[in-house]
């Protein structure tokens, strides 16, 4: 005599997709510091010492970047888009989501 028996497991779906709250203007930083780990080959985030470029810690306190342009946001995500002096341009690398993630990441620090 043979049983079997079936188990049926249907509740298990994986909801995956976390309800997109509004990210888009302000940033999710700590979205962002994940995205910081490409970066963090380059950069540190706890210093302004220079890796392969200069450490990030404060950046938004700054007077000026290396560039001679003020932080703003838009400033740095300029220097995201288009790198330049040894930094990879991030233009199609990284979406618009993620590039504000990563400025509000930089922000805390
Ligand atoms: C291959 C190394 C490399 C990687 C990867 C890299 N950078 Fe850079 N980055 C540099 C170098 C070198 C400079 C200095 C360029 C200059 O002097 O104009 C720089 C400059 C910058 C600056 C301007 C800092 C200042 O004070 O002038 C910012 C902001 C910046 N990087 C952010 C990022 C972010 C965010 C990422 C990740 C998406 C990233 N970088 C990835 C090498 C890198």
Excluded: W
């Amino acid at each position: 005599m043979q049983k079997s028996t079936f188990f049926v497991c249907c509740a298990a779906l994986a909801i995956g997709a976390v309800p997109a709250f509004a990210a888009d203007d302000k940033g999710d930083a700590a979205k962002g510091k994940e995205v910081f780990e490409q970066c963090s080959v380059c950069h540190n985030s706890d210093s302004t010492e220079k890796k392969m470029g200069p450490g990030l810690k404060g950046l938004f306190q700054k007077d000026k970047m290396a560039n001679g342009k003020a932080p703003t946001e838009a400033n740095v995500r300029a220097k995201i888009n288009e790198g330049g002096n040894g930094m990879p341009a991030y233009t199609e690398m990284l979406n618009d989501t993620e590039k504000t993630d990563l400025i509000a990441y930089l922000k805390t620090l």
